[in-house]
């Protein structure tokens, strides 16, 4: 084919994949509601200073079933004090937009490493989507985001490249907020710190390697809003690279190893979480762990679909490879969140 019939044909597909006015807008009103959601989670419990606990202790059958039955008016009336302070009060108006917009940027890092890597690769793919959730109601105020990719993927290559470039994009983007976040934070006298009846947030070994370069003790340290957004950030990066389905790290193992190896270390990531979901319960009093587990028993079932060119990798996204590896050791904690 003639170089200036390619160009155009290579303008036409181009023209094709980019977003219309109306869907930036769409998504655009996606994220302005998960921005909204996220500054009011952000100065809840426990990434903020408004206590969520009801202070209601029922005893009999009619008093717990009148609590429950007004959990409802409960919550509203907390997102309503929330969004009071918010409003009237700068402190926690800097609090929350802290956490959020250091959430988001890392979120859109993310998703905006796939988009543009689909982009290189002419493969069709929607702009990010921003799930957001109603505070407590969902972690962090959202469920995070994801794109679509809606045409085939052409290689092995392409599947490497578009999987791995939102973990790294947002790991990247991730650091500086972590490192702000330990840098600035307050640290107690021991005799301060009560750990009874608390969420307890464990450091993944990121956070530790900067605490130490930093000379800060994390166990003495008050989060804040940059730590927690990190934290998560740090959470969502490590739960994207299990090696399982259609996740990103399911997306390199199935580029570098193949069919076959990508099957088995989805079920091998499936019996460790499940594992680590029971450990966590019985010995941190934490569920969150089951969560994860029915994920990656779900992405155990998921096929992942066959790039037109089989072709090896090259030696150079093997070393990618091993980097990403690195990333997810990094970030991933077995026990996210304990209660004490």
Request: with cysteine; aromatic share 12%; charged share 10%.
């Amino acid at each position: 084919m003639a170089a200036p019939e390619q160009s155009i044909i290579n303008e036409i597909i181009d023209r094709g994949l980019r977003p219309s006015p109306r869907t930036w807008l769409k998504h655009i009103a996606f994220l302005v509601v998960t921005l909204f959601t996220t500054t009011i989670a952000g100065v809840l419990y426990p990434f903020g200073r408004i206590p969520v606990m009801p202070d209601a202790d029922p005893h009999t059958w009619t008093e717990t079933a009148w609590f429950i039955l007004s959990l409802p008016a409960r919550y509203f009336v907390l997102i309503g004090s929330a969004l009071n302070y918010l409003l009237t009060d700068p402190s926690y108006l800097f609090y929350g937009l802290s956490f959020s917009l250091s959430l988001l940027f890392i979120l859109i890092s993310h998703e905006m490493g796939h988009y543009i890597a689909c982009r290189i690769y002419k493969v069709d793919a929607t702009l990010p989507f921003f799930i957001p959730t109603p505070p407590m109601l969902g972690p962090a105020g959202t469920f995070g985001a994801f794109i679509k990719i809606r045409s085939p993927l052409p290689s092995r290559k392409a599947v490497f490249d578009i999987g791995v470039a939102g973990p790294i994009a947002g790991f990247a983007a991730l650091v500086p907020i972590a490192i702000i976040g330990i840098a600035t934070m307050q640290q107690l006298h021991p005799r301060m710190i009560d750990d009874s009846g608390v969420i307890v947030f464990s450091d993944p070994l990121l956070m530790k390697l900067i605490a130490g370069m930093l000379g800060i003790d994390l166990n003495l340290g008050v989060g804040n809003p940059f730590y927690y957004a990190a934290w998560v950030g740090l959470l969502v990066t490590a739960l994207n690279l299990i090696p399982s389905g259609q996740l990103d790290g399911g997306h390199a193992v199935f580029a570098v190893f193949g069919e076959r190896v990508h099957r088995w270390t989805g079920r091998i990531a499936f019996a460790a979480m499940t594992l680590f979901s029971i450990i966590g319960f019985a010995v941190f009093n934490s569920p969150s762990g089951f969560l994860i587990a029915v994920l990656l028993g779900v992405m155990m079932w998921v096929r992942h679909p066959e790039p037109w060119d089989n072709a090896p990798l090259d030696a150079k996204r093997k070393g990618i490879a091993f980097l990403t590896l690195v990333i997810f050791v990094l970030c991933f904690m077995p026990f996210p969140i304990k209660i004490t």
